[in-house]
């Protein structure tokens, strides 16, 4: 979903204009408003019912009319929801329409989307200091987050365990070459170093927290809410992970502006057709794809690669690169599980590189013969 997440002015006026409500979503409520319902924003969902932030204050309500087919579509934090203005217990009967959305693959093997937080602006991809940099997952994360339609942020968390500060730019430096076009920020929830410009950058519009276990999302939450909202439990010292202590995804209002979405740590993030995200976070890779000989280069053993000549050259990291294809495959597959024509194509694909293999195997042993 690539859609802009604030495309009209807030309207200030309005009780809900804390939570994101502008004059946008008040001609999409125009509707419902007819039908007598009331507007609110999904902070919390749990088992089938949710907490919902209303002009009236928070209540909660059962999302049994909203139950699709499509998973993609269940309620989600950030939501905004039109429903019932009384009873008990009240239900969502309808949702707007979602402007961004972080996406993920499902483990299951049925291939389904999940969708962690609705109405996004900014993805903010917590990153600890205190363990070794893992690129390849930074460049995971940022895929997804590009593909939201959403604005990423990388945060890099536990500063204060770096306190030499050319050790950590050079780690600042790491993260910004594996993420071109993407403020990479470091902070310390301990110090306070760097929360005052990240409160900044987060201060207009909606901003979810997404990282691994042990990254220190709940803490960097608190540090920017000014209190303890969120648990908070020690990492573990033998492997620097911790133990999930956020459980459910939460959307709380920052003091300095803007609404913030906590999540649990995630184990795994899969690819969800996120094919324009990959090629965002590779942008170097798919401008050099450009200038290949071959439209169709594969950047494997093809004549005039222009990706090759840059890995040669010194210019592009292998580890990129391979990283690049990794990601570019995932996304493929996981497209094609729900893509027959896609599919179809890729067969279609796979038997015209058989047929190549063989004649050429044919011509060879032909020479040889």
Known sequence: MNSSSSPTASAPSHPLAP????????????PYAGRGLVPGRVVRVDRGRCDVVTAAGTVRADTEYVVPRDPMKIVCTGDWAALDPDGDPRYVRALLPRRTAFVRSTSSKRSEGQVLAANIDHVVVCVSLAADLDLARIERFLALAWESGAQPVVVLTKGDLVPDPVGQA???HDVETTAPGVPVLPVSAVTGDGLDVLAASLADGTSVLLGQSGA??????????GEDAMDVQATRDVDGKGRHTTTTRNLLVLPTGGVLIDTPGLRGVGLWDAGGGVGQVFAEIEELAARCRFQDCAHDREPGCAVLAA??????????????????RENQRIVARTDAR???????????RGAEGRAAMEAKRGRWG
């Open 19 to 30: 939570y994101g409500w502008d004059e946008g979503r008040e001609a999409e409520f125009a």
């Open 170 to 172: 050079h780690l600042v």
């Open 216 to 225: 220190g999302k709940s803490t960097l939450a608190n540090a920017l809410l």
């Open 311 to 328: 890995v040669d050259a010194g210019d592009l990291p292998v580890r990129r690169l391979e990283s690049y294809r990794k990601l570019l």
């Open 342 to 352: 896609l599919r179809a194509e890729i067969r279609r694909e796979w038997k015209r």
